[in-house]
């Protein structure tokens, strides 16, 4: 996999001080890499049409708000971020500031969706859109809680001018607050796509959680480099609209460095950034439209649509390029029609579930996560902050060594 090796003369302190400054790190170092070795590590780009549908467009003059925790300044991004907020009160007013318990994630997302091919050299799969970051920060870092911070956030994304919002993010329930409820039909009045990682095994997430559970949003499923539906880094439900690819993806960490990942938070910017090149080859189409060219153009895999794929694996130059019959409403259904047949008149902290089926029982500090796959599926935070903190308190090069070197004998190569 990836790994980088320390200088030889490094310092014991130097080697603590690291630990401490990044996890993930520890877990699944990155080396440097040229651009031709990052962007042949990106499979996906060639095996599911985007380097054909970049001949017809690359996203330009589209705006894609990524929700998440927040995107840092980095070469492989320069230029994309155009603007940004923060929304769990402990980051920075401009949203690039990483909050929360995975500070890669945000700027993991977004290269892997609008990466400009500098720094390292990744691609994202809409190399040319614009992007905003909107931090939130989960884990109980935050006084802000979560369901707040993800409404706020969406409707400042819509006031933005976002035509696409990425969440790769995920509740682990199927149902929601009703303060989503307000903020989601917000946007879809505004016309604006909502893309959303339907949540992966290896975090709890048995089947699709909220937000990829509402009405409308395009829920993402995921798969690997043979097509088949990941077990760890995807899971199921009705509500999956598509899938895409969710195993041995690459992207850039807050340090700029290229580092492998895998879940369904990598399919949804994927995704979006799918949804990008549509709504720039195709501005003339309204949101419902634009999601049908997606879900019409995927490559269906058994009956659809499957609890798995969804209506089939994404075909991105058959997305941008191919004639796809208008549809009039929402091919993933209408939230204001749930609403309505769902929702009490009177008030009621006590959200109506969607579908119907009865989530298990999860820890508080799972009830919004980022939609993580391979990191979670191996470590764990427990096992994070055991690995961190002991390197501090006297374990010194040894203990570092020992977590390293197992780290990537655990890791999938």
């Known amino acids: 996999m990836f790994s980088r090796r320390a200088p030889r003369g490094r310092t014991l302190i130097s080697l603590l001080a690291g630990a401490l400054a990044v996890v993930s790190i520890v877990l699944v170092p990155a080396m440097p890499a040229s651009a031709s070795w990052v962007r042949d590590a990106e499979w996906w780009l060639d095996s599911y049409g985007f380097t054909e549908a970049w ?66 050299g990744i691609l994202g799969t809409a190399p040319q859109a614009q992007l905003l970051s909107a931090s939130i920060g989960f884990g109980g870092v935050s006084e802000i809680s979560p369901d707040d911070q993800v409404a706020s956030a969406i409707r400042w994304s819509v006031d933005q001018g976002a035509k696409v919002i990425n969440m790769s993010i995920t509740r682990n329930t199927l149902d929601w607050p009703r303060s989503w ?51 760890d880094a995807s899971t199921q439900g009705i509500t999956i609209g598509v899938a895409g690819p969710s195993e041995d993806l690459i992207g850039i960490n807050r340090f700029g460095d290229p580092q492998t990942w895998s879940g369904s938070s990598g399919a949804a910017p994927i995704v979006s950034g799918l949804v990008a090149l549509i709504r720039a080859a195709h501005p003339e189409l309204d949101a419902a439209n634009v999601i049908q060219r997606v879900l019409a153009t995927a490559t269906p895999v058994g009956t659809v649509p499957s609890p798995l794929y969804g209506y089939g694996r994404i075909n991105a130059a058959a997305a941008v390029s191919a004639d796809v019959a208008p549809v009039a409403t929402n091919p993933m259904g209408s939230l204001e029609e749930w609403i309505r047949l769902n929702r009490r008149a009177e008030p009621t902290t006590t959200p109506t579930a969607y579908p119907t089926s009865t989530p298990a029982a999860l820890p508080l500090a799972r009830l919004m996560w980022p939609a993580w796959g391979f990191f979670a599926q191996r470590y764990g935070l427990p096992t994070l902050f055991v ?16 977590r390293v070197r197992r780290g990537r004998r655990d890791r999938r190569s």
């Open 181 to 231: 409820d307000e903020a989601m039909l917000y946007a879809f009045e505004n016309d604006v796509v909502v893309v959303a990682a339907s949540g992966n095994r290896a975090n709890g997430t048995d089947e699709v959680g909220a937000p990829a559970t509402m009405p409308g949003v395009l829920g993402v499923g995921g798969f690997d480099r043979n097509g088949d539906a990941s077990w």
């Open 55 to 120: 001949n017809v467009t690359q996203g330009e003059g589209v705006l894609v708000a990524v929700i998440d925790s927040g995107i840092a300044d980095v070469p492989d991004l320069a230029g994309a971020v155009v603007g940004g907020a923060d929304f769990s009160g402990v980051g920075s007013p401009d949203g690039r500031t990483p909050v929360g318990v995975q500070l890669n994630h945000g700027t993991m997302v977004a290269s892997v969706l609008a990466g400009r091919g500098t720094g390292n």
């Open 387 to 402: 690995l961190v903190f002991a390197s501090l308190i006297g374990l010194g090069i040894a203990a570092v060594t020992r």
